[in-house]
């Protein structure tokens, strides 16, 4: 029986505000990072991760490096990614052994949610567990989809037929399905969720963790169905959800192929996704991007130890660019950020404001965004995200 220590919930600033949209340098892994680091900052060790989701980057190879580097963890975890929707998230909070991190993350509507689970706290149990086929939608390795558009056919005899076979108490919340589609089948005035794919059902919890509620929470994907029961207890909560607004104009330049080396990916991966300095031995200074150094017998010393930096600072001077850039919104905001304490500057793009808006002397946080994708691959590095986004 897992309890859950602690929830962190990520919406994008973008959209409106029962459907958020990623910017242009969002993806399903920044989100994830962003709610898994809200989860991870009341909690202890975790020992294992993870992510479900439809959406996810490389289908053919991994995202685990990324994830664990966004979020500051050891990259010898285990990192289990899924491909599933709500009701897989639940099954993976079900199955959940202490000090697991557990994020679900979805694009349209775009949002992530994230638990982490300990030996105490917010208690549930298993309720449910129901699988069965109806493939209303439908999408091909391709990225064709299909959608056969009955949504009567999908409420009976999915929502509806699984419910009823799943022999669950009336459930205080239903994650999946749209709101009304909910409220039509729980006590009370369910919690409205942001989104229904896989972050939804921790969206609910998120919510009846706020309440105070317990009872069955219900989550849904087509015939398919996973219920949890919420027992009581507490877990801390941590929300990053700024309010909604229009995503800014301008030229996207979206056809043109951005080659990529994978070699200069591979070396700078580390510093660039971890967020570090390279720092030599008997010295204080650090080097942001870490350099190779000259010794004083004329050799190239190469063994510099990576340093955490800090994700919070002042922007030291800014500007904005106007001419297109394959792969970028233009116009776009560049900002020399004074990292605190440290004594480094760092050129970075700015992220969730529109452009020109950043000013001198701003305060911010450095937030893991896609740079680029670059032959297929999505290329990762750190933006400057201005304090007054969250506060607006």
Request: hydrophobic share 40%; aromatic share 6%.
């Amino acid at each position: 029986m897992p309890y859950v220590a602690s929830i962190g919930t990520y919406l994008p600033c973008w959209g409106e505000a029962q459907r958020r949209v990623p910017g242009d340098d969002e993806d399903a892994i920044t989100l994830a990072v962003e709610a898994g680091r809200a989860a991870l900052i009341a909690s202890g060790a975790v020992e294992r991760v993870v992510i479900v989701s439809r959406d996810l980057p490389l289908l053919d190879s991994s995202n685990a490096a990324v994830l664990l580097a966004g979020l500051g963890l050891d990259p010898e975890l285990e990192v289990d990614e899924r491909l599933g929707g709500a009701p897989a998230t639940l099954d993976a909070l079900s199955s959940a052994r202490p000090r697991t991190l557990i994020i679900g993350t979805d694009l349209d509507p775009a949002g992530a949610a994230a638990i982490v689970t300990a030996e105490r706290g917010l208690q549930v149990r298993t309720a449910a567990r129901v699988a069965r086929s109806l493939p209303v939608r439908t999408r091909k390795a391709t990225g064709d989809v299909h959608d056969y558009g009955d949504p009567r056919l999908l409420h009976e005899r999915g929502l509806i037929a699984s419910l009823e076979a799943a022999w669950l108490d009336t459930p205080v919340a239903i994650a999946g399905v749209d709101h009304d589609r909910a409220a039509e089948l729980t006590i009370g005035e369910p919690p409205r969720l942001p989104t229904v794919g896989a972050s939804a059902g921790l969206f609910a919890l998120a919510a009846l963790a706020e309440r105070q509620t317990t009872g069955p929470l219900v989550a849904a994907e087509q015939a398919s169905l996973s219920g949890v029961t919420v027992c009581g207890g507490s877990a801390d909560l941590h929300r990053r959800e700024p309010p909604p607004r229009p995503l800014p104009e301008g030229t996207y330049i979206g056809d043109t192929e951005i080659p990529i080396s994978l070699a200069a990916y591979e070396r700078a991966f580390e510093a660039k996704v971890r967020w570090e300095a390279g720092r030599f031995a008997g010295s204080d200074e650090l080097h942001f991007p870490p350099r190779y150094h000259l010794a004083e017998d004329c050799t190239l010393s190469t063994g510099y130890e990576l340093v955490a930096l800090p994700r919070t600072g002042t922007v030291y001077t800014e500007t904005t660019v106007n001419m297109p850039v394959p792969g970028l919104r233009t116009p776009y905001s560049l900002v020399i950020v004074e990292l605190d304490g440290v004594g480094v500057r760092a050129l970075v793009k700015v992220t969730g404001a529109e452009p020109g808006t950043v000013d001198i002397g701003a305060r911010g946080r450095l937030a893991l965004r896609r740079v680029a994708v670059r032959s297929g691959v999505p290329d990762y590095g750190y933006m400057f995200e201005p304090d007054w986004v969250a506060a607006a």
